[in-house]
C-alpha cells in the first residue's frame, strides 16, 4: 500500500502542477505570445523610413530624410518614456549580440510609388522589433490616390502605423 500511496501522491503533484502552469499560460493574449519581446526593449536605436522610387520628387513626395524626421517625430509622441537614442551603422554590429539584440528596438517603413498624375498606386509598409528580431511586428497598406494627396496620405499612414505599434508595445508591457 505504500507505493500506491507514494503514486498517488506523485500523480496529484504532478496534477497540481499542470494545473498550475496551464492556468498561468492561458492568461496569455496572442499579443503577448506574438510580441513578448517588446517587454525587453529598453530604448530604440533605429527609425528609418526608405522612399523606393525616384518618381516620388517628380511629384512632389517629400523625401526619406523628411518623412524619417516625421518618423522620429511621431515616435517621440507615442512613445513616451522610451529613448530614442541613434546607433550609428558601424556600431550595428555590437548590438546584434544575444545581450544587447533584445534590448534596442527598431521601426523601418518603405514607402513605393508608382505614377506621376491620377491614379497614383502607393504601398506603405512599417516593421518594428528589436536588434535580434526585427520583424516582429508590421503594419501595411495599399492605395490609390491623386499627386495632390500622396504627402498627406503617406504622412497619415505612418503616424497611423506608429500609433498601433505603440498601441501593443505598451500593451504587451502592461503599461496600457
Known amino acids: 500500500m505504500n507505493i500506491n500511496r507514494r503514486n498517488l501522491t506523485v500523480t496529484m503533484i504532478l496534477m497540481i502542477f499542470f494545473l498550475v502552469f496551464h492556468s498561468a499560460n492561458a492568461q496569455k493574449t496572442i499579443d ?4 513578448g519581446d517588446f517587454r525587453e526593449i529598453e530604448s530604440f536605436g533605429y527609425i528609418q523610413v526608405k522612399v523606393q522610387q525616384d518618381q516620388g ?33 558601424e556600431e550595428s554590429t555590437l548590438y546584434q549580440e ?6 534596442v528596438g527598431s521601426i523601418w517603413c518603405r514607402v513605393w510609388i508608382v505614377g506621376e498624375i491620377y491614379p497614383i498606386a502607393y504601398y506603405i509598409e512599417c516593421k518594428a522589433g528589436n536588434y535580434d528580431h526585427y520583424e516582429m511586428w508590421s503594419d501595411e497598406v495599399l492605395g490609390y490616390c491623386n499627386e495632390k494627396e500622396i504627402n498627406q496620405i503617406v504622412r497619415n499612414e505612418i503616424n497611423r502605423m506608429i500609433e498601433n505599434l505603440a498601441i501593443v508595445f505598451f500593451k504587451v508591457r502592461g503599461e496600457i
Open 32 to 35: 503577448d505570445i506574438l510580441y
Open 98 to 103: 544575444e545581450e544587447k539584440a533584445k534590448k
Open 57 to 89: 520628387a517628380m511629384i512632389g513626395l517629400l523625401d526619406s530624410a523628411e518623412l524619417t524626421d516625421y518618423a522620429r517625430l511621431k515616435f517621440k509622441n507615442n512613445f513616451s518614456g522610451i529613448p530614442y537614442l541613434e546607433i550609428a551603422a
